[in-house]
């Protein structure tokens, strides 16, 4: 019993080292995730935001083409209905 309690002793160091470093290399390896989640949502989120504004221009356009149309169309319907 006193051997393996001297072998348990002499080994405890070693454990208590290795499982210090496993934490740590965890923790690095966590934080790196974290920041890449991170960067990767800025990064959509600034996607997002670009291809709004995009999406809205889109929206103006259409809707000057539209009042442009709808113009023509009374212009017509005027000039139809006096001649």
Known sequence: A???EGAIAQARPDIVVRYRE???TSIEDLQK???SARDAAATSAAERDKEIARLTS???IVTKRLRDVDSNITRMH???SAA
């Open 58 to 60: 889109n929206a103006d």
């Open 2 to 4: 006193r051997l393996l």
């Open 22 to 24: 496993y934490l740590r």
């Open 33 to 35: 995730q974290v920041k």
């Open 78 to 80: 005027s000039g139809g």
